[in-house]
């Protein structure tokens, strides 16, 4: 895809190189590129260049209700990338919402070349109801249900509207995410490997830029566009150049947890030249080429073995399930050796459940 960077210079480049016949034209390839947004519009929120300015989504009522979805446009004194920042798909993801309600303030919109359109709680009924997961109201996931349908339940029509009102408007997406509340996860990135070299080039580049070095690459997210499902695939598969970053553990926030994401979305501003200063990129990545779900196949309580980012052996125990009573009923084996990416952090257990998400590293990468 083309970046409004790119776009800008290309006009300007037809403009100098093109015909110029009057003295009309000889004007205009004087004059810089039009803006391409003098004003910028999501939702509720109508930014004019150098404002920052507080709005909603409108989620509309269906069969079932609709609810408002805060937004935040800030739309920078100068043109650039439109870079969208979203959170809470899982309302109780905490260190990634807190990250972007960080940014709202810390992002001033006079330094910015661009614009970022910033979403801090996606699911709003979760987030007030402190529910994991899945959005209460209709018990979908929030983030599988893209690109989103205006006749469906609540999650549909919300996913629809992100998808016309963020997705279609921005050239860069980074949707942040983070242990839910029965998870203790350790900070990692995604890579979306689309099969489009250029594109893949441009997100890796971004993801490298966040800062995070451990990054899973996603080679088996769907590639059509209208059954994109997450979304950041949602973007990817519409050609735009994004990813999906994961930081925090269950439950309270952990500060360095929500400031890792949140200097991450300042260290991609700056990498796309939309203000600030550029951070060094990842070094020495670890690149996680598959991840082993370990899923609990019976009801009991888990008791884990080790905790986030413990580095575990094929065969190794990760923890244990017992009955009501405390009576062992199962050891929870690694069955790959790899990194223990998230544990499950609280001791409830139904047949089904996630246990751990062990990440296979990518040998000689
Ligand atoms: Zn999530």
């Known amino acids: 895809m083309k970046s409004h960077v790119s776009r800008a210079a290309l006009v300007g480049l037809l403009l100098v190189t093109g015909p110029a016949q009057t003295g009309h034209d000889q004007l205009r390839a004087q004059a810089p590129a039009p803006d391409p947004h003098p004003t910028f519009t999501v939702g509720t929120a109508t930014a004019q260049r150098g404002q920052r300015v507080y709005g909603v989504l409108k989620v509309p009522a269906g069969s079932d209700a609709g609810y408002d979805m805060p937004v935040v446009v800030i739309h920078g004194a ?4 439109v870079l969208a920042v979203a959170s809470g798909a899982h309302g ?3 260190a990634s919402i807190i990250a972007v309600e960080m940014l709202i303030d810390a992002v001033k919109p006079d330094a910015v070349a661009g614009t970022l359109i910033l979403l801090p709680i996606i699911n709003v009924p979760s987030f007030e109801r402190i529910t994991p997961h899945v959005n209460p109201t209709d018990n979908k996931s929030m983030n599988r249900f893209y690109p989103g349908d205006p006749n469906g ?3 549909d029509r919300a996913s629809y509207l992100i998808t016309k009102e963020v997705v279609e408007q921005c050239d860069h997406l980074i949707d942040l995410h983070g242990g839910d509340l029965d998870e203790n996860l350790r900070p990692y990135s995604y890579w979306t490997v689309t099969g489009n070299q250029k594109q893949d080039d441009v997100s ?6 966040f800062g995070l070095d451990h990054i899973i690459i996603s ?4 590639k059509d566009p209208k059954a994109s499902r997450f ?6 598969t519409r050609g735009k150049p994004s990813f999906t ?3 925090g553990r269950s439950g309270p926030v952990e500060i360095g947890d929500a400031a890792k994401l949140s200097a991450g979305v300042r260290n991609v501003m700056a990498h796309l030249k939309m203000g600030g200063t550029i951070a060094a990129p990842v070094r020495n990545p670890v690149w ?3 991840i082993v779900s370990l899923t609990a196949d019976r009801d009991g309580m888990f008791h884990p073995t080790v905790d986030r980012d413990a580095h575990v052996a094929k065969g190794a125990k990760v923890g244990i399930v017992t009955d009501y009573v405390n009576r062992p009923l199962q050891d929870v084996i690694a069955p790959e050796a790899g990194i223990i990416m998230f544990i499950r952090a609280v001791p409830s257990l139904k047949k089904g459940d996630t246990l751990a998400n062990i990440g296979v590293v990518k040998m000689g990468g």
């Not at 100068?78 to 990338?81: I, V």
């Not at 890796?204 to 830029?209: D, I, S, T």
């Open 78 to 81: 100068r043109p650039g990338p």
């Open 92 to 94: 109780s993801e905490y």
């Open 153 to 155: 339940t609540q999650t």
């Open 204 to 209: 890796r580049a971004m993801v490298l830029a």
């Open 219 to 222: 080679a088996d997210r769907p």
């Open 231 to 236: 979304l950041e695939n949602t973007a990817s």
């Open 245 to 247: 970053a994961e930081a």
């Open 288 to 290: 996680v080429e598959k």
